[in-house]
């Protein structure tokens, strides 16, 4: 089985259709998940929203990231950046675009793997996954051999023996790290529309089952172009200009 999981688009709708588009380049995937925070940050939420609620239709998982529930719920509990894009996101799209986000749910299971934007401990309060103690916390609030995250914008994956702490792994980009039928693994994908990591390439993850392997995929695309209408919109400029430096 092959899963495609994207997380983070953040209304980029550069990133999100290179990667779409890298995606669909190697095969169409058994799975494909959507992990949160479509909206938030960058200039084009419609069509993202949109795009996401056409891939939904065609049998895409999706799951709500903290931006689309502040969006959805207008909310102000967010760094002064992220309220003024979610002040401006609320004036530019339609009543339909709420009533997308506010349905979506804030975990997802399928078969063995557990979908979540922020951590399965406490979903709806988003914490931050960052170090062994917060992944430990995540992992113990669920019983799934694989817990997928998104939310740092940060690629990592931990690994876990039965009753013991687990170890934190950080990933090649494009390099396959291996799948342990013995372990449970907390993996937190890269972000498509906002990496954080200091490379500007989005970032989305392939899983293989058959293989027994995780990659996670880099995509380059035109982020000058999303900060040139992100600062064409009147969106705050440090939004465009950390899409040029990855952080």
């Known amino acids: 089985m092959r899963i495609a999981i994207l997380s983070d688009i953040h209304a980029n709708r550069e990133a999100f259709d290179a990667v779409l588009e890298a995606v669909h380049e190697r095969g169409r995937p058994d799975e494909l998940v959507l992990l949160g925070d479509l909206v938030g940050y960058g200039p084009d939420?419609?069509?993202?929203?949109?795009?996401?609620?056409?891939?939904v239709a065609d049998g895409a998982l999706c799951i709500m990231g903290n931006h689309d529930e502040a969006?959805?719920?207008?909310?102000?509990?967010?760094?002064?950046?992220?309220?003024?894009?979610?002040q401006w996101t609320?004036?530019?799209?339609?009543?339909?675009?709420?009533?997308?986000?506010?349905?979506?749910?804030?975990?997802?299971?399928?078969?063995?793997?557990?979908?979540?934007?922020?951590?399965?401990?406490?979903?709806?309060?988003?914490?931050?996954?960052?170090?062994?103690?917060?992944a430990e916390r995540c992992l113990s609030a669920s019983d799934a051999r694989f817990v997928f995250c998104g939310h740092t914008h940060i690629p990592a994956i931990y690994y876990a023996l039965?009753?013991?702490?687990?170890?934190?792994?950080?990933?090649?980009?494009?390099?396959?790290?291996?799948?342990?039928?013995?372990?449970?693994?907390?993996?937190i994908t890269g972000a498509i529309g906002q990496p954080r990591d200091g490379n500007p390439a989005a970032?989305?993850?392939?899983?293989?089952?058959?293989?027994?392997?995780?990659?996670?995929?880099?995509?380059?695309?035109?982020?000058?172009?999303?900060?040139?209408?992100?600062?064409a919109a009147g969106l705050p400029g440090w939004l465009g200009m950390r899409l040029k430096i990855g952080r």
């Open 45 to 55: 939420p419609v069509y993202v929203i949109e795009k996401a609620a056409h891939l």
């Open 71 to 86: 969006v959805a719920l207008n909310l102000s509990n967010l760094t002064e950046n992220a309220r003024f894009a979610v």
């Open 90 to 134: 609320r004036e530019r799209i339609a009543p339909a675009h709420l009533d997308f986000l506010a349905r979506l749910t804030l975990s997802l299971r399928s078969d063995d793997r557990l979908y979540v934007h922020a951590s399965a401990e406490r979903p709806g309060k988003w914490p931050y996954i960052r170090d062994v103690d917060s």
């Open 162 to 187: 039965p009753g013991r702490r687990p170890m934190h792994f950080q990933p090649h980009d494009n390099v396959a790290a291996p799948l342990s039928e013995m372990r449970r693994h907390l993996v």
């Open 203 to 231: 970032c989305f993850v392939l899983v293989d089952t058959q293989r027994q392997e995780v990659t996670m995929v880099r995509v380059p695309y035109d982020h000058e172009e999303t900060a040139r209408k992100i600062h």
